[in-house]
């Protein structure tokens, strides 16, 4: 009999940063573990199971998530950014819950590759600190995590490793079937494909007509300018707002993709510039250069492990400073696909690592 695992994290939201997380965990995890079983909580249990062949069950059940931990024997919090407020105290709550709920029941836990934070208000900070001193083992994806668990008051061993997306390798990935969606939007090869993965945020929306403009000057320039909406609806809404706002051709891909479409879809951009976090990675694991705007430090600390310049936060975008950025990517994209796919290759065999600590607990179960 295999082992089996309860995997918690934001699932079943048609977030496709997310649910690229879930795929890729289940990659590595089937590759290092033959035959494990795994149930994972989801907001949609009906498509999470379908989607990628695993058991899934109501994320808002306690009796339900109850039941699975009872009849597993690790649960896997993570990946992704669960363990911050910024999104409200309702979400890093729920997430805690469901940590102290498998302990209650003598079920380890093991945070996978997690971003930690922003963690912002005291009591917050103190429950994160409190709960994390208590669980198996702690993977982090980046340094900056690992220093806000210690300054949360967490002295256990925290291994950094990387994003789960990250330990994806080329064989995943069917380009041909990318430059098939493209072509169904009218797409085909040619002048430069210069990606737009934008998310809304509030507050002013300056950023929003600066982005315009660029997008307006590369598609003047003879590139190609794609829409790439990684949550729906909420971030088609936004593309077309600015694309209607634009005064040169674009094309939106209003086509609802998974993660495997996306990221074959991604890998035919020759750059991307991107404010979504697994955006940026999906470009990197294919190559391609990424160009950030740091609406969020994660976004920041990513590009830096790359090695790579970003834009800064939507409110510093310059629309010539950004239209220059995007055309100096463009000139050097064969060197950086060089530094970026030498970075890449690290990240995979580190973020691999998570899965074999995870190996490591269910072995010492048995």
Same mark, same amino acid.
């Given at each position: 009999?295999?082992?089996?695992?309860?995997?918690?994290?934001?699932?079943?939201?048609?977030?496709? !940063? &997310?649910?690229?997380?879930?795929?890729?965990?289940?990659?590595?995890?089937?590759?290092?573990?033959?035959?494990?079983?795994?149930?994972?909580?989801?907001?949609?249990?009906?498509?999470?199971?379908?989607?990628?062949?695993?058991?899934?069950?109501?994320?808002?059940?306690?009796?339900?998530?109850?039941?699975?931990?009872?009849?597993?024997?690790?649960?896997?919090?993570?990946?992704?950014?669960?363990?911050?407020?910024?999104?409200?105290?309702?979400?890093?709550?729920?997430?805690?819950?469901?940590?102290?709920?498998?302990?209650?029941?003598?079920?380890?836990?093991?945070?996978?590759?997690?971003?930690?934070?922003?963690?912002?208000?005291?009591?917050?900070?103190?429950?994160? !600190?409190? @709960?994390?001193?208590?669980?198996?083992?702690? @993977?982090?994806?980046?340094?900056?995590?690992?220093?806000?668990?210690?300054?949360?008051?967490?002295?256990? @061993?925290?291994?950094?490793?990387? &994003?789960?997306?990250?330990?994806?390798?080329?064989?995943?990935?069917?380009?041909?079937?990318?430059?098939?969606?493209?072509?169904?939007?009218?797409?085909?090869?040619?002048?430069?494909? $210069?990606?737009?993965?934008?998310?809304?945020?509030?507050?002013?929306?300056?950023?929003?007509? /600066?982005?315009?403009?660029?997008?307006?000057?590369?598609?003047?320039?003879?590139?190609?300018?794609?829409?790439?909406?990684?949550?729906?609806?909420?971030?088609?809404?936004?593309?077309?707002?600015? !694309?209607?706002?634009?005064? +040169?051709?674009?094309?939106?891909?209003?086509?609802?993709?998974?993660?495997?479409?996306?990221?074959?879809?991604?890998?035919?951009? +020759?750059?991307?510039? !991107?404010?979504?976090?697994?955006?940026?990675?999906?470009?990197?694991?294919?190559? $391609?250069?990424?160009?950030?705007?740091?609406?969020?430090?994660?976004?920041?600390?990513?590009?830096?492990?790359?090695?790579?310049?970003?834009?800064?936060?939507?409110?510093?975008? /310059?629309?010539? &400073?950004?239209?220059?950025?995007?055309?100096?990517?463009?000139?050097?994209?064969?060197?950086?696909?060089?530094?970026?796919?030498?970075?890449?290759?690290?990240?995979?065999?580190?973020?691999?690592?998570?899965?074999?600590?995870?190996?490591?607990?269910?072995?010492?179960?048995?």
């Amino acid at each position: 009999m295999g082992h089996r695992i309860v995997i918690s994290g934001y699932y079943g939201f048609d977030n496709l !940063g &997310d649910e690229a997380v879930l795929f890729s965990m289940l990659q590595s995890l089937r590759r290092e573990i033959p035959g494990l079983e795994i149930t994972v909580l989801s907001n949609n249990p009906a498509i999470t199971a379908r989607e990628y062949g695993v058991e899934a069950v109501n994320r808002w059940s306690m009796r339900q998530v109850a039941d699975a931990l009872l009849r597993s024997e690790l649960l896997i919090c993570g990946g992704g950014s669960l363990l911050q407020d910024v999104t409200g105290g309702k979400s890093l709550f729920y997430y805690l819950g469901i940590i102290w709920l498998a302990r209650m029941l003598r079920r380890p836990v093991m945070y996978y590759a997690q971003g930690i934070g922003p963690v912002n208000t005291p009591t917050g900070r103190r429950l994160v !600190g409190i @709960t994390t001193q208590g669980v198996q083992a702690i @993977t982090v994806r980046d340094g900056e995590s690992l220093k806000d668990l210690r300054a949360m008051g967490v002295q256990r @061993t925290v291994e950094v490793t990387a &994003d789960p997306v990250l330990g994806l390798h080329p064989g995943d990935i069917n380009l041909a079937e990318g430059a098939g969606i493209l072509a169904r939007h009218g797409i085909i090869p040619g002048s430069p494909l $210069v990606g737009i993965a934008v998310r809304p945020i509030p507050g002013r929306s300056t950023w929003e007509t /600066r982005l315009v403009q660029v997008c307006d000057n590369l598609a003047r320039a003879g590139m190609q300018v794609v829409f790439i909406p990684m949550q729906i609806p909420a971030d088609l809404i936004l593309s077309k707002r600015l !694309g209607a706002a634009m005064l +040169d051709p674009y094309v939106i891909i209003e086509e609802k993709l998974n993660v495997s479409q996306m990221l074959a879809l991604v890998g035919n951009l +020759d750059l991307l510039v !991107g404010m979504r976090l697994h955006a940026l990675i999906f470009a990197a694991v294919n190559g $391609v250069p990424p160009l950030g705007i740091v609406y969020d430090p994660k976004v920041e600390r990513f590009l830096n492990r790359l090695g790579i310049p970003h834009a800064g936060q939507p409110g510093d975008v /310059r629309s010539d &400073d950004l239209t220059r950025m995007a055309q100096n990517f463009l000139a050097s994209r064969k060197e950086l696909r060089e530094q970026i796919s030498r970075r890449v290759l690290d990240l995979r065999s580190t973020s691999e690592q998570t899965a074999r600590i995870a190996h490591q607990i269910l072995k010492g179960r048995s």
